[in-house]
Structure formats: C-alpha cells, structure tokens
C-alpha cells in the first residue's frame, strides 16, 4: 500500500488534499501532521502524529523519523511556513518524493518582493511594491502586507501618510504595494506545467470570505493566459502554482505567486483541474493529460460541521 504523508493537516488546504487522494486513490494510506491537536483533520486521514512547529529546530528530524518508520512513499508540505524550511528535505528526497514546485520557485514565490522583481524581469508589468522600513508611498490609497508568506489575511488599505507610518513602525518585514482595481476583477489563477513543458491555466474569477475564496466564476481571458503562461516557463516550473491578479483597465496585474497547493485545490479538482493528482501521477511516471473545462461554471465554499469522539 502506497503511503503519503501531507504536513499541516489541520489547515483548509492540506485538508482539501487529503480529501482529493481518498477521493481519487481509495488505497492509499494518508498520514497527517500538524504542530496542534485542535482539528478536523483526524477525519480525512489514516494516521495522525503531532510535530513541533516548522520554525523548531526539531521540526526536520521529526519529519525525516516520520518518513522512515512509517514508510512513506511521498510527502506533501502545505504551508508557507513548512515550505520555507522545507530545502534541504526536497534536496534529499528529489521531486518524485517530496511533492512541490520546486526550491528556486519557493524562495521567488514566499517573498513578495521577489516575485514582483521576478515579473517585471520577464517584461510583464506588475504593480509598484517597496519595503516598508525603507521607504514610505508616494501615491494613496494603496495596500500594505507581510513580505515573506501568501494568502489573503492580514492586508490593509493605507489611506495616508500618517497610516502608513503607523504600519510601517509597527510591522518592519512588510511592503507597500500599488493598490489595483477594481475590486470585482480579482482572479486566481491554478498553473500547472508539466514536465514536457505543456501549460495549463484554470482561471477563477472570485469573490473573498474571510480571507479565503468563498464563490468563484471560470473565466477565460486570453491576456491572462499568456501572461500566466510566460512566468510558468519563465520560473522553468514543474508542477503546480497559483497566481493571483486583477484585471485592471490596463490588463491584468500580478500581485502574488504562491508557490503550494491554494485553498481552492478542491473546488479546482471538482471541475476537472485536478493538479494535486496531477503532480503525483508525474511523479509515479505517468502522462498528464488535459481536459477542457467549460468557462462560466461557479463553484461555492460550502461549510458542514462534524463531532469527534475522541
């Protein structure tokens, strides 16, 4: 029996993973970490084993000990946080193992910064962004967010001068960011490129509840496309990312690039962009072949509620 190990399982997305394997391979044996016991992923998985958390020292060798004793085929880190500390286990495990997009990808797509001196290397024009402790914006209203780390939580409209000194104090290891409009023009984007080189773009336009992606439209915007397509070769990926940007009277705008699975990986997996099963089946050798997925189709973050007897 095949055995995967998915880190973080007591957030939404490793959650969605777990889900979408079960689904897809009934067979497979689903082991799942987390530094908190206070969950619902005991639900979605075989075996559950607490870790310290991924900024602990301790944090590797127990994931390595976890992988030898339990035999794990392939590991699959969720969070940023995981991710950032991740290197020298992909290293040791190549990419057949260790599920990601990749090192060169995590160290661009974790920094916001990077991300948009990556872009704008490859000509596409992306907002203006500068790090905070060293310089204040010139232009308001804008956006204020963490550098390092991806998601959609904890970002603030700056309106003037006198906020964006408060933040700036008050949060050194973030940016200010050119804030894009309009608001009902957000699209997320899911990436995946195979390792032949093949593209292909799921494109959502969305709509955010409590920082996550509650309702979604498929859309298909050519321009969208080949810009997604462009930074996909460009960053040489191998596997899965997802791109955020609105589309401005300008054209699209690129604000982030998240390099993991995004919360949307089971709404996405509903429609027929099936990238977590994707990256394994490139893994174990097999073809990935791509379907057409038809534009308009909405998708809805529904909510139910469970009792554990433990």
């Not at 908190?36 to 870790?51: M, R, S």
């Not at 290293?91 to 872009?119: S, V």
């Amino acid at each position: 029996m095949k055995t995967v190990l998915i880190t973080g399982i007591g957030g939404d997305i490793a959650q969605s993973i777990a889900i979408i394997i079960k689904e897809s391979q009934p067979k497979v044996k689903i082991i799942g970490v987390d530094m908190n016991l206070a969950h619902a992923g005991y639900l979605l998985i075989d075996e559950f084993f607490q870790v310290p958390a991924a900024s602990s020292g301790a944090y590797l060798n127990r994931i390595r000990t976890l992988l030898s004793t339990c035999a794990v085929d392939i590991v699959i880190p969720t969070s940023e946080q995981e991710l950032s500390v991740f290197t020298p286990l992909i290293n040791e495990l190549g990419e057949d193992r260790c599920i990601t997009a990749g090192n060169n990808i995590i160290d661009i797509g974790t920094d916001k910064l990077k991300t948009m001196d990556f872009i704008a290397s490859l000509n596409i024009p992306v907002p203006w962004s500068i790090l905070a402790k060293y310089e204040l914006p010139a232009t308001f209203p804008c956006i204020f967010k963490a550098q390092i780390g991806s998601g959609s939580k904890n970002i603030f409209k700056v309106d003037n001068k006198e906020e964006a000194i408060f933040f700036a104090k008050k949060f050194t290891h973030s940016i200010f960011q050119e804030l894009l409009e309009p608001e009902d023009q957000e699209v997320t984007c899911a990436v995946y490129r195979t390792r032949d080189g093949r593209v292909s773009v799921l494109q959502l336009l969305r709509k955010l509840t409590g920082g996550l992606t509650g309702w979604a439209k498929v859309i298909d915007n050519k321009e969208v496309f080949r810009m997604c397509k462009a930074i996909a070769k460009g960053i040489n990926l191998r596997g899965s990312v997802n791109i955020q940007l609105r589309i401005t009277d300008s054209g699209p705008r690129v604000f982030e690039m998240n390099p993991r699975f995004s919360s949307t990986a089971l709404m996405r997996h509903r429609l027929g962009f099936c990238d977590v099963t994707w990256m394994i089946d490139e893994a174990e050798g097999r073809v990935v072949n791509f379907p057409d997925i038809t534009i308009n189709q909405i998708m809805v973050r529904t909510h139910d509620v469970k009792k554990i007897d433990k």
